[in-house]
């Protein structure tokens, strides 16, 4: 069996300095630029890595990132204050903030999407 001593997760943008301005200016992420890409500090543990691919990348069709929080409303009133528009998928029951609210645990997560400036996808799940 692999011994796995840490894990991350990484995607790509198409400009470093715009996701970098994105994700510590709009999200309040912390941001720390390597000489390879960005480490965003989501968890105060395992980073997530951000490298630049300039005009090859092609944002995932699937979403990249998700980040829990424990007031979904909080946070999306905040993004709209920062000037995060939400996505609304045509499949789900979105309500008037954006947000696809779930009653029942066993159906899903009360969840919301945006994307960055590279259009990658990050989901918004209250914990």
């Known amino acids: ?25 709009r999200l309040g992420l912390e941001v720390r ?3 390879m890409g960005l480490e965003l500090d989501v968890t105060g543990g395992s980073p997530v890595f951000v490298y630049p691919k300039g005009a ?20 999306v009133f905040e993004l709209a ?3 995060v528009d939400l996505l609304r ?10 947000v696809v609210r779930s ?6 997560p009360t969840i919301a ?7 990658n996808v990050i989901g918004l799940i209250q914990a």
Do not use: C, K
């Open 89 to 98: 998928y045509p499949d789900f029951p979105h309500d008037d903030a954006g």
């Open 113 to 119: 999407w945006f994307t960055d400036p590279a259009r």
């Open 33 to 35: 630029r390597t000489p």
């Open 1 to 25: 069996m692999v011994q796995v001593q840490q894990a991350f997760s990484s995607y790509s943008v198409d400009d470093l300095d715009t996701a970098e301005n994105f994700y510590r200016d």
């Open 81 to 83: 204050a920062a000037g």
């Open 103 to 108: 009653d029942d645990p066993g159906s899903g």
């Open 56 to 75: 090859a990348h092609r944002p995932a069709n699937h979403t990249v990132l998700n980040l829990q929080v424990a007031d979904i409303d909080a946070a």
